[in-house]
Each structure stands twice: as C-alpha cells, then as structure tokens.
C-alpha cells in the first residue's frame, strides 16, 4: 500500500483536519456577464433513465453517457453507450460493461480515456474497473481495486496526475475509504483524516484541488459538508453553502475553474431540491434563476466547447419514473433543449 504523501508530493500544499472558515454563501444575480454559449441541439435522446455516467471525454469534444436505470416491473439496468457533440446524440454499437446505475466515472487525462468504476447491476454491488477510449469499452484488470460497490464519488486531479475515488455503498455498509488510479492500478490511499462514511456525494476539480460535496449514509439526515483532499489528507472546509443532501450533481466547469451543483435529496425530509450552486474560489454561490423541475439521480456534465452545462433526464418522486429531458445552464439561466 502506497503511502498518501507519495501522493501529496504530487499535490498543491494542504493541510489536514479542519481548513479556514468558507465566505458566507452569495446570491448571484441573474444578469452575471459570463460569455454567450453556442447554440446546441437535443435530436433524439437516449431511453429515459436515472443514474447513469455522464463524463466529457476532453480529447474528443464529445459527452459520453453509459448506462443507468430505467424504470419498469422490473427496473432496466441499461449498458448503452451513447455520446452527445453540442447537436445530437448518437448511439454507439457496441458492446461494453454489463447493465448497471450509479457507476462511478471520471475522464482520466493521462490515459484519454473515460474511467468508469463498480456500480449496482442485477446481483448487486459491482467492482470492475473499464475505460472507454472513443472507439471501445476495455475491461482493465488492475492487481488491487477498491471492493465492489456503488454511489462512489470518482474525480481526475490533474494536480496528482490520477484519478481519486471515495466512499460508496457496498450493499451493506457505507464507506469511507480513499482510492487513487494511476492509469494501470488502483492505490488505497490512507488519510488521517475523511469525511464521513457515505455514497452519492458530488465531487470535482477546482481552484488546484479535489473538491467533495454532501452524500448520505442512508441513517441519518444527509451531509452538508464540503471537503477538500491534496494527495494526502482529506481537509473539512468550514463555512455556509447548500443545505444537506444526498444524490448530490456536480459538474467541472473548465473553462473558469469553478463547479457546477444540480439539486439533490434530503433523506430525512423526503425534499427533492431543484437550486443550483456554484463553488468558485472556496466559497458557494446560489443562483436565484429558475431551474429545471424538481429530480432525482439525473446526469450532469459541462461542455467546454459551447460553455454549457448538460443536465439529462432522472426521475420524478411522484412515482419510479425515467425522464428524458435535457436542459442547458450557461451560468446565467436554464433552458430546456
């Protein structure tokens, strides 16, 4: 097992435990001079579904969505690889990993190519590890993985030159284990300190370091806590920002290092949240425009190229349910595709 500050060597500086207090949350105005996007179609989508991976794939300029469930009696657990190019989806033909939900899934910069991690199919957890390199899905079998699991937070640091997992459910306890893929094999990575043991948290790349957001531990009321991990220590960041959920969406926005966050779920009250936020130089900032309906496990991904982010489908609380919607956030507004 490799030591975390073979990792943090790597990392911008951090430190352990508790971090600085955040700046309280601000309300952004509607009218924010961000650039106007490109104009971008929807076609014909993908099968509705909910908690499918939805990654953009850098060196193609393309968002790659896999799998996901649909619902039914009983549910479908889709393996369709489908990508989207700012104008319409295509469905790719081929083959790939088995049907499943909540995979984890990240673009790994160094190997050009999408991760995707574990997830829930038929018979329960999964611990496999594939990736997608435009053309076709690869199983890789690494000497040590993360055990199977789904929920898993996965995010690519280019600070660290590797891919970080955390957490998951393994189908009968909630983790809070670290994991770093260096393109070949997965490295437990052992912090002093963590977040809470939890799946479905929200987690990306901002401002030099991995960020982590909420999750549940599927017992008590969901988190509200941000997290920021270096390499080698998991730092809680103090301070304001969305209120506690779980089944929590974020997106990378690249283009201005911030994130992206889409709703979410409170597991004690039931609420489905529909507000957006963004973190951007260590601090959230809550939009005040109107957002898409209200939704649980919808896919969400930015697209550098049109300065766009996608939110695709998920389902409704009324009932099990699979949209297939999309909607388009340009950092000032939503609008339906």
Not at 63 to 87: H, K, N, Q, V, Y
Not at 316 to 329: F, G, I, K, R, V
Request: net charge negative.
């Amino acid at each position: 097992m490799v030591a975390a500050a073979a990792l943090a060597a790597q990392a911008c500086s951090g430190s352990a435990g508790v971090g600085p207090e955040l700046p309280t949350p601000r309300e952004s105005p509607a009218t924010q001079a961000v650039p106007s996007p490109i104009a971008c179609g929807h076609g014909a989508p993908p099968a509705g579904r909910r908690y499918g991976a939805l990654v953009f794939d850098a060196d193609r300029d393309v968002l790659i969505l896999f799998g996901g469930l649909r619902a039914g009696s009983p549910p479908d657990e889709l393996a369709d690889t489908w990508t989207w190019d700012c104008r319409s989806w295509t469905r790719q033909p081929v083959a790939g990993p088995s049907g499943r939900h909540l995979a984890a899934a990240t673009y790994d910069q160094g190997r050009r190519a999408l991760l995707l991690f574990g997830g829930a199919g038929v018979s329960g957890p999964l611990g496999d590890t594939w990736a997608w390199n435009g053309e076709a899905w690869s199983q890789l079998h690494p000497t040590a993985a993360p055990s199977g699991r789904e929920g898993a937070a996965l995010a690519f640091s280019p600070a660290l030159h590797q891919a970080v997992l955390f957490g998951g459910f393994d189908g009968k306890s909630y983790l809070a284990d670290t994991w770093s893929w260096d393109g070949s094999n997965w490295t437990r990575v052992d912090t002093a300190t963590a977040p809470d043991a939890r799946s479905r948290a929200g987690m990306g790349f901002a401002g030099g370091r991995l960020v982590l957001f909420g999750g549940g531990d599927g017992k008590s009321a969901a988190f509200d806590d941000t997290w920021a991990f270096d390499g080698a220590n998991w730092t809680r960041l103090q301070g304001a920002g969305p209120s506690r959920r779980t089944e929590v969406e974020v997106a990378e926005n690249v283009n201005d290092d911030s994130l992206f966050l889409f709703g979410g779920l409170d597991e004690t009250s039931g609420v489905i949240s529909s507000d957006t936020w963004t973190w951007r130089s260590g601090a959230w900032t809550r939009s005040t425009v109107a957002a898409p309906p209200e939704r649980i496990g919808p896919m969400l991904a930015y697209y550098p190229p049109a300065r766009v982010a996608l939110l695709f489908g998920g389902g409704t609380s009324a009932a099990p349910s699979s949209l297939d919607d999309a909607w388009l956030w340009d950092g000032r507004a939503w609008r339906p595709l």
